[in-house]
């Protein structure tokens, strides 16, 4: 066999192979590191490696609709293209500004569809386009991901596709994932000390992937089909009896969704990667009344303020002590979590609770609120209910329950996205599937769930560090999680006691206030109640301080489920560090070369000498550091250390 042809394009190779009827194809990343090789021929087959290390070996993907597209996958054309250009988010989640800079090709066939890939310096993505004027329907789509051996893999393993997607992620070599083991995404995998994530962005009017194994030390995507019979069984769930033999149902051309490849060399690269907004569809429309925050959320102790002189409950006395709370430390928001009306018609308020009342007394507390609602009811009232919280002075919803990501669900999100931007009403998905560039194309969803958070340890001990020191390099990585951190009752494990009306949480003090700069989310909850706050105000100089959006991120070390530190500079300049260990007690050292020129003080709260029996010990501390400082801390077991940085 020889090659007859030869020709470089910016990125791109066009290998035609002599008398054969195969095409190949070869793009690299603008830095060169990362290559993408493509096969066409009886289907399309991809490899990708990183300076020359193999990662994913010949993997097949290919379309299937129930409409005429050609024979075949014949090539009528193919096209290069190089792009650099400098985003800014409406919102900053990582950063003000975000780098987007790729090699892209785009094969068209015979007929109606079209490949895209694209190729970064930090991943890889590749999404369908048909160009179909007509209705149809997608019967398949296949995206395999076949590793080298020795694989391993975080593991995100599901029931079904009827989940809230709150899930911890198992270890397991490749090897071992079967057909039968499903999971939804993010999953992230450890190939030859490499790090593979993948997820996927601009998921709109078709179905969410899920991955199982495919028996060849590899896994393949499935998706949920679509939903031929449906059942409404409670306030709040509607369960799929039947399903079509189709994913979606499109009518004219569209771009399905791009398949994401983040590719890290260090654990701590994954961090700062933002291909899921760099995906997603660019927003159009005026999102300049965004105003991100942090939020009094209620349900996680069930209203149970005490040391007042009024009943505490889902009454306006006690969201009126919520709101003077918010509004003594600079608290954004206050949220009515579920309690505030009757589930099954939003119109119809509590007896005790009176929202356009509240609305007026927070605002002359420079305070604003968001109210809960599950998603079924709003299906039905959301007209009618949006415009009377518009009315009402509310600025924003929390919408719960969703527990699906086929495409008749994944209309519902884009449609609650697009009704709440028109009423400038900011949105909190629960019961969610994760985020998949919602903060580029509606940047008023600005969080959502997805993730296996803090209310679990209402009522169980699962919500461990192990488990918080994975979430960010797995679920964080593909958007904003409302994780619901804050609680104050801090224990070490042998001392945990499931207590849903006062919670407690595992892990150190400073662990849980690590996690207000290692989460991302420009709504960020404090969890906890502000009977217990009021009780911490050395904590809540922290608290009330700490942003929810972020100028730049700079990892400083970080080890996937063992430990995680992030540098993070403020809308105002100062300088946030966040540090988190798993179980293990451990020492790190910090450098602080991101700092600009001149002298800096430094206020810490760092585990105290007792934190690893009696887990709310911490201890404050001021430091003179410079960018040529370094230094050691020291975590407690599941501990943690925070710190603010103030040029002086």
């Not at 900053?92 to 500004?97: A, I, L, R, T, V």
């Not at 997805?450 to 169980?460: H, L, Q, R, T, W």
Request: charged share 20%; hydrophobic share 40%; aromatic share 12%.
């Amino acid at each position: 066999m020889r090659f007859t042809k030869a020709v470089l394009t910016g990125g791109l190779i066009f290998l035609s192979i002599a008398g054969v009827a195969q095409k190949k194809y070869l793009i690299s990343s603008p830095d060169k590191s990362i290559k993408v090789e493509l096969s066409v021929a009886d289907s399309i087959y991809y490899q990708l490696s990183q300076n020359g290390k193999p990662l994913v070996s010949s993997s097949a993907v290919s379309f299937q609709t129930d409409a005429k597209q050609g024979s075949d996958w014949k090539v009528s054309k193919a096209s290069t293209t190089t792009h650099l250009a400098t985003l800014h988010p409406v919102v900053w989640q990582k950063s003000k500004d975000v780098v987007d800079n790729y090699s892209q090709l785009r094969l068209d066939f015979a007929g109606s569809l079209s490949l895209v890939w694209r190729v970064y310096n930090n991943g890889i993505a590749w999404r369908w386009i048909n160009n179909n004027s007509k209705t149809y329907h997608v019967l398949d789509e296949q995206a395999v991901v076949n590793f080298v051996d020795g694989a391993k893999s975080w593991y995100s393993e599901e029931d079904g596709f009827y989940s809230h997607n709150e899930r911890k992620y198992k270890d397991y070599q490749v090897k071992q994932i079967t057909d039968q083991k499903l999971a939804s995404l993010p999953v992230l995998f450890d190939v030859s000390k490499t790090k593979v994530l993948l997820t996927e962005s601009s998921l709109f009017n078709y179905a969410g992937m899920w991955v199982r194994g495919n028996g060849k030390g590899g896994i393949r995507a499935t998706f949920p089909h679509y939903p031929k019979e449906k059942k409404v069984d409670s306030d709040r769930d509607e369960k799929v009896l039947s399903r079509e033999p189709y994913i979606a149902s499109v009518n004219g051309a569209q771009e399905f969704p791009w398949r994401i490849l983040m590719v890290a060399q260090t654990d701590q690269d994954i961090l700062t990667n933002q291909l899921p907004y760099l995906l997603g569809k660019p927003a159009t429309g005026d999102y300049s009344w965004i105003k991100p925050g942090k939020v009094q959320w209620d349900w996680w102790h069930y209203n149970n303020i005490y040391g007042v002189d009024f009943k505490s409950g889902i009454n306006n006395d006690t969201y009126k002590y919520y709101i003077d709370f918010a509004s003594k430390y600079g608290i954004e928001y206050v949220l009515l979590d579920e309690g505030w009306c009757d589930t099954r018609d939003l119109m119809k308020q509590v007896k005790d609770i009176n929202v356009e009342e509240l609305a007026r007394y927070a605002k002359s507390k420079n305070v604003d609120l968001l109210l809960w609602t599950s998603w079924l009811v709003l299906d039905k009232q959301m007209d009618m209910a949006l415009n009377a919280f518009a009315k009402w002075g509310v600025k924003g919803i929390k919408v719960d329950f969703m527990q699906r990501d086929d495409q008749d669900m994944v209309n519902y999100y884009e449609k609650v996205a697009k009704a709440a931007a028109q009423r400038k009403l900011l949105v909190d998905f629960h019961g969610a599937y994760k985020p998949t560039g919602w903060s580029r194309t509606y940047p008023n969803v600005m969080t959502s769930e997805g993730v296996m958070g803090n209310e679990i340890s209402k009522f169980a001990a699962a919500i461990d560090p192990p488990h918080t020191t994975t979430l960010p390099f797995t679920r964080m990585a593909a958007g904003p999680m409302d994780f619901t951190p804050g609680g104050m009752l801090n224990v070490q494990k042998d001392a945990f006691a499931a207590v849903p009306a006062e919670p407690m949480t595992l892990g150190t003090r400073c662990n849980q206030m690590a996690m207000y700069v290692v989460y991302e989310s420009p709504l960020q909850m404090l969890c906890d109640m502000p009977t217990h706050y009021y009780r911490e105000p050395e904590c809540m100089q922290f608290l009330s301080a700490v942003p929810t959006v972020w100028q730049q991120t700079v990892p400083l070390n970080g080890a996937v489920g063992e430990y995680v530190t992030l540098a993070r500079q403020a809308p105002n300049n100062d300088w946030y560090i966040g540090a988190m260990t798993n179980w293990n007690n451990r020492e790190l050292t910090l450098d602080f070369s991101f700092l600009g020129d001149g002298n800096y003080t430094m206020k810490v709260w760092k585990d105290g000498i007792n934190a690893d029996k009696n887990a709310k010990d911490f201890k404050m501390e001021a430091i003179a550091v410079t960018k040529a400082s370094k230094m050691k801390i020291n975590l407690a077991t599941g501990g943690g250390w925070v710190a603010i940085i103030h040029k002086n």
